[in-house]
């Protein structure tokens, strides 16, 4: 928007104010006397009585009012047909005056209707204002006001006639009656009276309300610097000094103008001290954050000092915002070329980042510069904005060159429990992971005793840069053999090893050979004609295991088919051949039913045929042998004959 044009725009439109001659010609202050007649939930209002004013008329408190008789009333309703039905002009359950005329206004008390005094100031032109409404739809009469302005001791001041007062084509109040007065040089209150000079009867009925006084004083266009802005806005913190200025119109009404500029920090108005001239005014701004509102206030001669008599140019603002605080980081202000950094901005709700050459990249809140290289480095400065105040602040970012490790060897055998030494090379700090059999993870040159084939990751570091390197260290670890354990079996039989190896061997073998099928086999079919001790032999690069298994060759039990318990010594028992070297044995004899009728542990005294201490029956029994040797369990039947 054009601030000159806007600016000659207030002045136009006052200057065209100026052409009303009812009306003031310069601005207004705030009013000194105001009459609305209060205000009440009741339809009728008291009496007139000072200091709200006197009447000659005759109070009336019911309605309507008759001839000689007013009324204090909030509506006209249900008072006369003929008259127009209306609220006081006021609102909000306002109260206003109706009068209704004298017949003869010569009668006693004459035709003044209204009488009071008004404190003002001196030597000040004021505007008077009063709303009258006629209250009558259609008549020939109608009311004819002179309202007379004088100082207390009588002498007039200014004398207006209103003329016949029409009726109106609605029940609306019209324009306000105004006018001009001055007071004296000596003298300031001054006395309102009003009379209704025609003749009472058919007609000449009246609402009256709002009377106000307003002092008249200079126009004057108030605004910051040589524009005139009416608004400004500052940043706090930032020293400055703003200029007040004013363009004064016209000073209608005075004679020797004064003038005083006044603020207003949220806590009421009061002068600025010096600040007592219409020519710009240079002022520090105020350093709290908030809203400053300037006026300039104008009086007459000492009416200056005093406040009732000041009239105010328009408000003008200055708005003081929060200067924001700029912050500006990083997670590391040292970094590896290569790596990608995020810039963090805060404290505004804008931002523009610049790089070291002054050059504008970003206008995020935390930019990343990603891959970033030496040439890079430096400062970083950024500009942070928040309701339209800036603040700056900076980060600077060193680069360092990229680093790469290597570690040697990088694959290397070992046997289990001997030791490797690993090298690393390309920082001037070392990390190694796992450190599980290293002689120390923080070295360049650990030991590694692994017990276990083994990755290790070793991070060089110089400053913020890192790189890493892999070694491999096998472990070749001792094979686990089992030649399978013991075994045993009858003479004459064959009995199959159940070796087994785990890891890694070069070569594997049974002694002795003797008796086996195939001595290079894990699994190999054993025949010993004696108990005999195996040995399974299994060779790794690194060392030699071994595991022994024990065939026990037991000898061959016979069991005879038959036997005849008769008493006659001669095969009178179950005689089983070679039983006696199984001590452990058991040996159990069944019917064709399957009941058990004999069962022992070692066969130290032969079966005789009975059975709990009875003779059982001749027939045929089954029986089981178990030798309790990892062999066979033998079974067969036999006849029993008596």
């Given at each position: 928007m054009n601030i000159r044009a806007f600016t000659f725009g207030i002045v136009y439109l006052l200057i065209s104010h100026l052409c009303n001659a009812q009306t003031c010609s310069g601005s207004f202050g705030p009013a000194l006397f105001t009459q609305n007649f209060g205000s009440g939930s009741s339809v009728i209002g008291p009496a007139l009585s000072a200091p709200v004013g006197t009447s000659s008329y005759t109070y009336s408190g019911s309605t309507?009012?008759?001839?000689?008789?007013?009324?204090?009333?909030?509506?006209?309703n249900g008072m006369y047909g003929t008259w127009?039905?209306?609220?006081?002009?006021?609102?909000?359950q306002g109260y206003m005056m109706v009068v209704n005329a004298k017949f003869d206004p010569t009668d006693a008390g004459g035709a003044v209707f209204y009488t009071q005094q008004a404190?003002?100031?001196?030597?000040?032109?004021?505007?008077?204002?009063?709303?009258?409404?006629?209250?009558?739809?259609v008549s020939s009469l109608k009311p004819n006001i002179t309202i007379t302005i004088s100082t207390t001791g009588g002498t007039p001041l200014k004398t207006y006639f209103t003329n016949d007062i029409p009726e109106d084509a609605s029940d609306a109040w019209g324009n306000a009656t105004t006018f001009l007065f001055t007071t004296p040089v000596n003298q300031s209150d001054v006395v309102i009276k009003m009379e209704n000079t025609n003749h009472g009867g058919t007609g000449n009925d009246f609402a009256m309300d709002d009377i106000t006084i307003k002092p008249c004083g200079p126009v004057m266009v108030?605004?910051?610097?040589?524009?005139?802005?009416?608004?400004?806005?500052?940043c706090s913190g930032t020293p400055q000094k703003d200029t007040l200025s004013v363009q004064v119109v016209s000073t209608a009404g005075y004679i020797n103008p004064q003038y005083q500029w006044q603020v207003n920090a949220g806590n009421g108005w009061s002068n600025i001290p010096g600040a007592t001239s219409s020519a710009p005014y240079i002022f520090n701004q105020p350093a709290a954050v908030g809203t400053y509102q300037y006026r300039l206030a104008s009086a007459d001669g000492t009416n200056i000092n005093t406040s009732s008599c000041l009239i105010y140019s328009n408000l003008i603002t200055l708005t003081?915002?929060?200067?924001?605080?700029?912050?500006?980081?990083?997670?590391?202000?040292?970094?590896?070329?290569?790596?990608?950094?995020?810039?963090?901005?805060?404290?505004?709700?804008?931002?523009?980042?610049?790089?070291?050459?002054g050059t504008v990249f970003s206008n995020l809140q935390n930019p990343v510069i990603s891959n970033i290289t030496?040439?890079?480095?430096?400062?970083?400065?950024?500009?942070?904005?928040?309701?339209?105040?800036?603040?700056?602040?900076?980060?600077?970012?060193?680069?360092q060159p990229k680093i790469t490790a290597t570690v040697t060897p990088t694959n290397t055998t070992i046997c289990a429990g001997a030791s490797t030494q690993l090298l690393a090379s390309g920082g001037t700090s070392y990390t190694w992971l796992p450190t599980t059999g290293l002689s120390d993870p923080n070295i360049a040159n650990p030991v590694a005793s692994p017990t276990e084939t083994t990755t290790?990751?070793?991070?060089?570091?110089?400053?913020?840069?890192?790189?890493?390197?892999?070694?491999?260290?096998?472990?070749?670890?001792?094979p686990i053999v089992s030649a399978g354990g013991a075994k045993s079996i009858i003479m004459g039989q064959s009995v199959r090893l159940n070796g087994s190896i785990s890891g890694t061997v070069l070569t594997y073998s049974w002694s002795p050979a003797t008796s086996l099928d195939n001595p290079n086999s894990l699994t190999p079919l054993a025949t010993p004609t004696v108990s005999t001790t195996y040995t399974l032999t299994a060779t790794s690069s690194c060392t030699t295991v071994t595991d022994t298994a024990r065939v026990t060759v037991y000898d061959k039990v016979m069991a005879p088919n038959a036997f005849s318990p008769n008493g006659d010594n001669i095969n009178d028992t179950w005689d089983i051949l070679g039983l006696v070297?199984?001590?452990?044995?058991?040996?159990?004899?069944?019917?064709?039913?399957g009941q058990m009728v004999y069962t022992v542990k070692g066969y130290s005294k032969p079966w005789d045929g009975t059975y709990n201490g009875k003779i059982l029956p001749e027939g045929t029994y089954y029986y089981t042998i178990d030798l309790k040797n990892q062999g066979p369990i033998m079974s067969g039947y036999v006849t029993l004959i008596r």
């Open positions: 309507p009012p008759n001839d000689g008789q007013y009324t204090i009333a909030n509506s006209t127009w039905t209306i609220p006081d002009h006021t609102g909000n404190p003002l100031c001196m030597n000040t032109t004021y505007q008077f204002s009063v709303y009258f409404k006629n209250l009558n739809k108030a605004g910051f610097g040589a524009a005139i802005l009416p608004t400004y806005n500052n003081v915002t929060q200067s924001p605080t700029a912050t500006a980081s990083t997670n590391n202000t040292t970094v590896c070329e290569g790596s990608n950094v995020t810039l963090n901005g805060g404290g505004g709700s804008s931002y523009k980042w610049t790089d070291p050459n030496p040439a890079q480095a430096g400062k970083y400065t950024v500009t942070v904005t928040l309701n339209g105040c800036t603040d700056q602040n900076s980060v600077t970012l060193t680069v290790y990751t070793v991070t060089a570091t110089t400053g913020s840069c890192s790189s890493t390197a892999t070694a491999i260290v096998n472990v070749i670890k001792a070297t199984y001590p452990e044995s058991v040996v159990s004899v069944y019917t064709r039913n």
